[in-house]
Nanobody, 123 residues
Framework: QVQLVESGGGLVQAGGSLRLFCAAS????????MGWFRQAPGKEREFVAA???????DYEDTVKGRFRISRDNGKNMVYLQMNSLKPGDTAVYYC?????????????????WGQGTQVTVSS
């Protein structure tokens, strides 16, 4: 059974930074793509960033250059460094593990999800 636990969310002013953490269980963590998604009130859950088993990354256009995804396979951890935060980044952020190795955007490609962590950016 794979479990994902997010942490690091909180309230921050516009222009500030936060770092999200995702702790994953499972001995084969390093073999799979990991992703971050977010869901704002009244909106669909959307792709934010993904990192492949080998470290290749992909970002949604509005976060490119501001957010950075990384992973530590030895610690079964995934991180999302978020800089220059905007009120539009306010959402619940979810960590997810995919079924394959390579970066992917569709939610349907991700099999396991965490419970989410709230990020609120005030103006």
């Amino acid at each position: 059974q794979v479990q994902l636990v997010e942490s690091g969310g909180g309230l921050v002013q516009a222009g500030g930074s936060l770092r999200l953490f995702c702790a994953a269980s499972g001995r084969t963590f390093g073999a799979y793509v990991m992703g971050w998604f977010r869901q704002a009130p009244g909106k669909e859950r959307e792709f934010v960033a993904a990192i492949s088993w080998s470290g290749a990354t992909d970002y949604e256009d509005t976060v490119k250059g501001r957010f950075r995804i990384s992973r530590d396979n030895g610690k079964n951890m995934v991180y999302l460094q978020m800089n220059s935060l905007k009120p539009g980044d306010t959402a619940v952020y979810y960590c997810a593990r995919g079924g394959g190795q390579f970066v992917s955007r569709p939610k349907s490609d991700y099999l396991y999800w965490g419970q989410g962590t709230q990020v609120t950016v005030s103006s």
